[in-house]
Structures are given as C-alpha cells and as structure tokens.
C-alpha cells in the first residue's frame, strides 16, 4: 500500500501544536512505506515533542536550528530543498501558515519551504476561533492560490477543551494524500512506444572511433516515463551511462547509425510512437583492420544512414524527433520536422548551460507543425514527461 512513497526524499514541517503527536505516527508510517523521511522542527514543535522521537522514527536527524553547527558543508535548507520530492506541515498552526502567506523565512522551517519547487501539503491544526478568524482563512486561501494543498481534519474534540473544527488530518488521511502527488497517469497502457538512446559510433580502426557526448540520459528517461505510465517499450540504444533496465523490455544494442536503422526497421510497424532520442554519428567510413600507426591521418567521411528520414517516410504512428543546434534553433528545427515528416520536434540549444549532452538537466522547446512550446530548466525525467503529454494529444 502506498507504494508510490517508495524511495521519495519527504520533507515533514513540525509547527507548535499539540497535534504535533499525530505527525510521530505520519513520519513512522512513511519510513515504513520506505521514503527518506526528513524531519524540520520550530522552536515551538519541540515543547511538545523531542526531537530525539522523530530522529528514532525517521532515521535521520532532525534539524530546529538554521544556524546549527552540526552540519554538513553543504547550505542545508537548500539542500534539503532540491532533493525534497514533497513537503508536508503538519501540524501547520495559524503561525506558521501566516508566515508562509507573507513570505517570512526566519527559521529553518519557513527558509526551507520557501526554497522548494515540489507540491508542498499543510494539514491546518488549531483552536476553532483561530480556524475560523478570517485572517487565517484568507493566509489559507492565498497558499492555496500559489500551490499549496491544504488537508482538513474533520470537526471534534479539541485539546483547549473545544468542540468545532481545527482537528488535524489523521496520519492515514495524510498518508494518502501524499501518495496521490505521486501517481503515475496510465494513458499509454496497450500502446507500444519505440524510443531510441545513446550515441552510436563510426570506427576508424579496432581501436578508435568518432561519436558524441550523448550519454543516453534523455532517452532512457523518456522510456521509463512512457513505462510507467503503462505503455510497452521498444528501448534501441547505442553506448549510454549505465541504467536499470525493466525487464519486461524489449532491447537493441546499436553500436553504429546502420545498426540503429535496422533495429528501427524491425520494430516500426508494431509501434504507435516512435521517438527518437538517440544521437547517431552522422558520417562513416570503412574503417581499417588494423591499428593505424602513421604520423598524420586523413579521414574521408560520408553521410550515413537518416534513421529519422527513414522512419519519417515509412512510420505507422507518430514521431517525435530531437534537433540539438548551436545557432538558428527554430528555424532549424522547423526546417527539420518538415524535411523528416515527423510530428513533434524537441529543440535544445546544447550552448545553453544545463541543456543538452551528460546532463541531468535539459531546456528545450516542443515543435509541432501548430505549436511551439519554450519550457524551463527542467531535470529530464520532467522534459520526458512533457514530450510524453503533449504527443499523445496530437
């Protein structure tokens, strides 16, 4: 159960509240699910309960202090920020949902939420009249204006001795929220997606060869994406990184553009999407048999086989293509999806800093015959995702 929760890095926010008890039960109930649970307590959440219990629940230690010297050299609500794939408060009192409405950052916790980029949850917790005040409700309708997702208890008894809402969500309520901001779409089940990968090479003799920088990172992670969201995957990959490949793959290995095109060839009339991340070597030669050895070397290159013109002109479903220029990227691109016959083009500019080659990192923009699309510095699981939503609405 809850299994989306497996290996995700979960920031859990601890205000001061008495319902600060419930959050032990979330934060053991989430390392059992078996995410990276990291714990970021007020000077208030401490007077309930001590640190001491997150750290034995989540098995990571707890920070209350930004200005804690047992640290390591990295900034570490930063640093917790970029690896946090989600963040909850809970309990997120009247205080601390004020702050967060003003952008005020003068602890650990404030600093560390305003720094992250994933879902971040709050599960409100306070007495009735201070639920109900409009000021609190107008600092809860303006997160949720930016993003935020709020999660209510119901109404009951409250430890001032009150009846009424402001009950902190239970932990299994909690629970299953966060597991929801991890599910995967299955809008790919019973279609088979081809995806290509890596960088080919053109051998000069046994022992050198000419290819790219490709490290097969975009490619791999469009095929993970289109499996997860339920489809078959034809994975044809030349050299890459070295990557955990389902089983349940069908694979190709293709050291050189020749090999590419006849494994493409063998698969592209089962397919319904082709997409064709892979970076082929452009040229070839007739490499020599033997270790070449003299002072000077001249190479005589021709074009070799266009794996994308090929498919373009022989596919069965849709094809997506990947122009990677220095210079002139929209035209160039255009120019591309029109002379490949393809569907949608990814254009990178590679000069960019955090796009292109051995990155983990890519900026591109989506090309279609009607649309193009500019997005940000994204990893590249979030561009796979991307090319994956707005292919299957072509």
């Not at 013109?309 to 990947?322: P, Q, R, T, Y």
């Amino acid at each position: 159960m809850f299994e989306q929760l497996r290996d995700k890095t979960i920031l859990v926010g601890v205000s001061g509240g008495i319902a600060a008890y419930k959050t032990c039960a979330l934060v053991s109930k989430l390392a059992q699910c078996g995410a990276d649970v990291h714990v970021m307590m007020t000077k208030s959440a401490t007077e309930f309960v001590a640190p001491l219990s997150f750290e034995s629940l989540s098995h990571n230690r707890v920070v209350t202090d930004t200005f804690d010297r047992n640290f390591t050299w990295e900034v570490e609500h930063v640093s917790l920020a970029k690896k946090a794939d989600a963040v909850i408060i809970a309990p997120a009192t009247a205080n601390i949902i004020a702050k967060l409405a003003c952008g005020i950052a003068d602890d650990f916790l404030t600093t560390t939420v305003l720094a992250c980029k994933c879902p971040i949850v709050f599960a409100p917790a306070m007495n009735t009249a201070m639920f109900e005040n409009t000021i609190t409700r107008e600092n809860t309708e303006k997160l949720i204006s930016r993003g935020f997702k709020a999660i209510y208890g119901g109404s009951g008894y409250l430890a001032c001795g009150d009846v009424g809402s402001g009950r902190m969500a239970e932990p299994e309520q909690m629970l299953s929220e966060l597991s929801g901001l991890f599910e995967t779409k299955k809008d790919l089940c019973g279609k088979t997606v081809l995806v290509t990968s890596g960088a080919t090479r053109c051998n000069i003799d046994p022992v050198r060869f000419i290819s790219n920088r490709s490290s097969g990172k975009m490619g791999y992670n469009i095929a993970l994406a289109a499996y997860e969201r339920g489809a078959d995957i034809v994975y044809i990959h030349g050299f890459t990184d070295a990557f955990s490949i389902p089983a349940a793959w069908k694979t190709e290995q293709a050291a050189t553009t020749v090999d590419l095109l006849n494994a493409v060839e063998k698969y592209a009339d089962s397919v319904d999407y082709s997409i064709l991340a892979a970076a082929p070597c452009d040229y070839e030669i007739v490499p020599e048999s033997k270790k070449i050895k003299s002072s000077e070397l001249t190479l005589h290159l021709k074009k070799t086989a266009d794996v994308a013109a090929w498919l373009g002109n022989n596919k069965h479903g849709k094809l997506v293509i990947f122009a990677a220029e220095t210079e002139n990227g929209i035209v160039n691109a255009k120019e591309k999806l029109a002379k490949k016959n393809a569907d949608m083009v990814v254009l990178n500019d590679v000069t960019q800093t955090g796009a292109g080659f051995d990155v983990d990192t890519n900026i591109v923009t989506l090309i279609t015959k009607c649309n193009e699309i500019a997005l940000p510095i994204k990893t590249k699981r979030e561009v796979a995702d991307a090319i994956l939503d707005n292919l299957t609405e072509l």
